[in-house]
């Protein structure tokens, strides 16, 4: 399942994070891969101990939390500080699998990467190339969205990103632990939320059917959680 999340960010906090980037320093990107992703990677990132990444995190965390389609997608129970990346021409990310296991900074705990997200800060029409080129179930999928914008996948799928023509790519990406483990389960679970909302949108709340619909949402989570 891949979903869209629109505006995780407003104009505003987009143009707030790229000011703070513009001005930080870079780091070649392939500090945070395993051995196969860093053969396959050729970006910049920013440290992710540095004060800019925490900062800039943290706010990318306070609008998550007030995001519902974020929320309804990955089911987190716990979300990794976002990171940030930069491709200039070319440079690009070839396919790959993000590492199942993270520590979490400063926490001493380990986490299981179930869900990726990756959130754009750069205009479709500012760069050329750069499509996160997702494998997933339903096929192979080309994201490319407006600042603000954010695409949530599978920590599963083989994704790449095409390497950059013109311009230059920035966003910020991030990994989710989700409550459901499994990705067809958690995809029931979206699916269910889904309609839920859009019956609510024909009935009253206390219509007979979207309390038995609430009902079966919750008791199927309460089954599959693991918190
Ligand atoms: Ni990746």
Redesign the pocket.
């Known amino acids: 399942m891949l979903v869209h999340v629109r505006s995780v960010l407003t104009p505003e906090e987009v143009a707030h994070c790229r000011d703070r980037l513009e001005a930080s320093e870079w780091v070649d990107g392939r500090v945070t891969a395993g051995a196969q ?1 860093a053969r396959a990677k050729n970006n910049l990132q920013i440290p992710e101990d540095s004060a800019v990444a925490r900062e800039l995190g943290d706010l990318i965390l306070r609008a998550l939390g007030r995001s519902g389609p974020f929320n309804a997608a990955a089911l987190p129970l716990r979300v990794l500080p976002p990171l940030f990346n930069r491709y200039d021409v070319g440079m690009g ?1 070839k396919a ?1 699998v ?1 590492g199942a296991i993270r520590m979490v900074p400063g926490a001493g705990i380990r986490m299981r990467a179930d869900v ?1 997200s990756t959130l754009f800060l750069t205009d479709p029409d500012d760069y050329e190339g750069g499509e996160l080129v997702i494998e997933d179930t339903f096929g192979t999928q080309s994201v490319k969205l407006p600042a603000g914008d954010m695409v949530v996948y599978p920590a599963t799928s083989l ?1 790449r990103v095409e390497p950059i023509t013109r311009g230059s790519r920035w966003s910020a990406f991030f990994w989710s632990q989700s409550m459901i483990k499994d990705e067809g389960a958690r995809t029931l679970l979206y699916d269910l939320d889904r309609g839920i909302t859009g019956v609510r949108g024909k009935l009253s709340d206390d219509d007979p059917s979207v309390i038995a619909l609430t009902a079966s949402y919750h008791n199927l989570l309460r089954r599959w959680a693991e918190l």
Do not use: M, T
């Open positions: 992703a990310f790959h993000d990726s994704h």
